[in-house]
């Protein structure tokens, strides 16, 4: 009984340096704050910009819930997902562009079609590929973008360390088979208001 309680606690404590970090707390999941080019200043706002702006659109009509993804980097929002019609799309960018402290709004809303299991399938592998060649690319830094593919257009949403790794995201984007366009909403860590010492 000793030694499988030995073995077990051995176990727990090897297998426990095998967690990814990340970071949790009273405002979501997210990249971790130490590979974050931003202050933790600035995480908080966009965090609390993003978490406003969800639960105003969710006011809206809970249906945008799970059809409309929203990410917000240095005041910047930007919106995919899918709706039912133009109306929808141009209500949504209003309520992102009335949420305080917004500086710019990117709509990559596009309007619903009926379901093609084959399209989605594509598109999930095309995000899958991609986001495997980045976390294998030592010379990017894959924890800081999202990445959304629509009829195998693929949007990149993030911030580049340097313009070197921002050239490599969209080179990997480009090189995957049957992508037929790639939409990049890249900022580099230069370009941000306020940066990390």
């Known amino acids: 009984m000793k030694n499988k309680f030995f073995i077990i606690l051995l176990l ?3 297998l426990s340096g095998c967690v990814g970090v990340s970071s949790t ?3 979501g999941t997210g990249v971790s704050v130490a590979f974050d ?3 933790v200043g600035t995480q908080v706002d966009d965090s609390i910009m993003q978490k406003n702006l969800s639960a105003r659109i969710l006011l809206l009509d809970k249906k945008y819930l ?3 993804k929203k990410k917000v980097i240095d005041g910047r929002i930007f919106l995919t997902g899918k709706v039912d019609n133009p109306e929808e799309k141009l209500k949504l960018t ?3 562009w009335e949420t305080k402290g917004a500086r710019s709004v990117r709509n990559d809303i596009k309007i619903k079609e009926d379901f093609n299991f084959q399209q ?3 598109d999930i592998l095309i995000t899958s590929q991609l986001k495997t060649a980045m976390v294998f690319n030592k010379n ?3 924890t800081n973008y999202q990445i959304d593919t ?4 693929i949007y990149i949403y993030g911030i580049a360390l340097s313009t070197e790794e921002k050239k490599l995201v969209l080179s990997e984007a480009e090189e995957i088979l049957d992508v037929e366009g790639v939409v990049a909403s890249i900022i580099l860590v230069d370009d941000l208001r306020i940066q990390k010492d």
Not at 150 to 153: A, E, L, P
Request: glycine share 4%.
């Open 12 to 14: 727990s404590t090897i």
């Open 66 to 68: 799970l059809s409309v």
């Open 140 to 142: 990017i830094k894959a």
């Open 37 to 39: 080019p931003r202050t």
């Open 25 to 27: 707390g009273i405002f």
């Open 120 to 122: 989605s399938a594509k």
């Open 94 to 96: 209003k309520l992102a």
């Open 150 to 153: 629509y009829k195998k257009k």
